[in-house]
């Protein structure tokens, strides 16, 4: 039960950083929000990592990758991070928080499980197949209506939030790689996002970073970088060592369900009939996609937490 709750305050907490965005930097560039979140949390991760990795001996597991095979594969997971900050921001500044949270983040287990498949030949399954097609029929239902119209979803927006479900996937899949060879939680978030932060010192350079020094600009900033990275993330890697991959899965579906619901009653978000039935066909693919996996079916088997499964490992 502990595992369960400490997923669910991370999903929570992820849940956040659209409205925190739209309420304390609403004038903002996306680029330049995600760029400084990324920039702080990624900052205080990797200290966490450096703290952690000098009160445990390392360990790698028998047949891990070389020191250059994990290079490339941080450096690869690194850019993802980089990528998903100013996409997902974009995206939620075009859609509105509930849309463009639930487009983004309703996508990323379905592209997290295509990327597997293509990377370890392992076809995710029937399940997932179907689970795809209802999604992607949601995507086309919800463009249907024109781009840019009131019951439509924004074009730019709809290509910045798949973009983000995408770069999400990528840092999946790295991740998984070095859990599997290994690393622990702290080390693989900590060096995957301490990596991106250092991505992120041009994008911070070279953007409007004007609304940090406002009281609001500045308390959002603070918000995003250690509620919604730092401390959500530590959460999130203390509840996966006690829970299977699809209950993790599953259990963070309640991010996006958090935006939505702070996207409406916070924001005052009212999307159209259209727009909901669209959510509702992805959601459903959701619930397709980690309603069929169990524990025990998993540990029958013989995988382990680190087996080649398409999960929700932000």
């Not at 295509?114 to 399940?127: H, K, Q, Y």
């Not at 939030?161 to 770069?167: M, N």
């Not at 996937?169 to 599997?180: E, F, G, I, M, P």
């Not at 909901?276 to 980690?290: K, N």
Request: proline content about 5%.
């Amino acid at each position: 039960m502990r595992s369960v709750l400490l997923v669910l305050l991370a999903a929570a907490l992820f849940g956040t950083t659209g409205t925190a965005q739209a309420l304390g930097a609403p004038d903002a560039d996306p680029v330049s929000v995600g760029a400084a979140r990324l920039l702080l949390g990624g900052t205080a991760l990797a200290l966490v990592a450096v703290i952690s990795s000098r009160r445990r001996p390392p360990h790698t597991a028998p047949g891990s990758a070389s020191g250059v095979g994990h290079t490339t594969v941080v450096v690869v997971g690194a850019l993802a991070v980089v990528a998903y900050q100013p996409t997902f921001f974009a995206g939620v500044d075009r859609n509105g928080v509930a849309v463009g949270t639930l487009i983004a983040l309703g996508t990323a287990p379905l592209a997290t499980g295509a990327l597997s498949w293509a990377t370890t030949r392992a076809f995710p399954g029937v399940r997932w197949s179907v689970a795809t097609l209802l999604s992607v029929a949601g995507l086309v239902w919800l463009t249907g209506a024109g781009p840019g119209t009131r019951e439509g979803v924004d074009a730019v927006g709809l290509a910045a939030s798949l973009s983000a479900g995408l770069s999400y996937a990528v840092y999946a899949v790295c991740s998984k790689r070095l859990l599997d060879d290994g690393w622990s939680p702290s080390k693989t978030m900590g060096t995957l996002f301490g990596a991106g932060a250092l991505g992120t010192i041009p994008l911070v350079l070279f953007s409007d970073t004007t609304w940090i020094v406002t009281a609001s600009g500045l308390t959002t900033v603070l918000w995003l970088g250690l509620a919604t990275v730092l401390v959500a993330y530590l959460l999130f890697a203390s509840g996966l060592r006690g829970l299977t991959a699809p209950v993790v899965a599953t259990l963070t579906l309640a991010e996006p369900l958090v935006a939505s619901a702070l996207g409406i009653i916070v924001l005052g978000e009212s999307p159209s009939l259209r727009v909901w039935i669209g959510v509702g066909v992805i959601v459903a693919g959701m619930i397709v996609l980690v309603g069929g996996s169990s524990p025990s079916s998993r540990s029958r088997r013989g995988q382990g937490p680190g087996a080649n499964e398409a999960i929700n490992t932000y």
